[in-house]
């Protein structure tokens, strides 16, 4: 299983919409992450920057389905877009990854 790790700077202006977004999020995006495999999906806020970590078997292949989003991710992704303070090109994705450098079981 692999570990990923992922931070995003918000809007200060969206910081409050992005936590209630995330308070409320649809039944069906829930359902959307657990059928592409992710767990232990957790969001950590420290001011205007978000941090997400999850778990998934093969992030190669998560990648791969995420790199043409459906009609779903695509409303979720147009609703969080205008609360970022990154501008990210389409190919990075709306969030960067993380490398882990450490890691104790």
Request: charged share 30%.
């Amino acid at each position: 299983m692999a570990r990923a790790m992922w931070r995003k700077k918000l809007d200060p202006a969206g910081v409050q919409e992005y936590v209630r977004a995330h308070a409320e999020p649809w039944p069906e995006l829930i359902a959307q992450i657990k059928a592409q495999g992710i767990r232990n999906y957790s969001i950590f806020l420290d001011g205007d920057e978000v941090f997400g970590y999850f778990e998934h078997d093969d992030l190669e292949a998560l990648d791969a389905m995420n790199a043409h989003p459906d009609e779903l991710g695509e409303r979720w992704e147009a609703g969080m877009r205008p609360l970022s303070a990154e501008k990210v090109s389409a190919d990075q994705g709306m969030v960067q990854m993380r490398r882990q450098v450490f890691f104790v079981e």
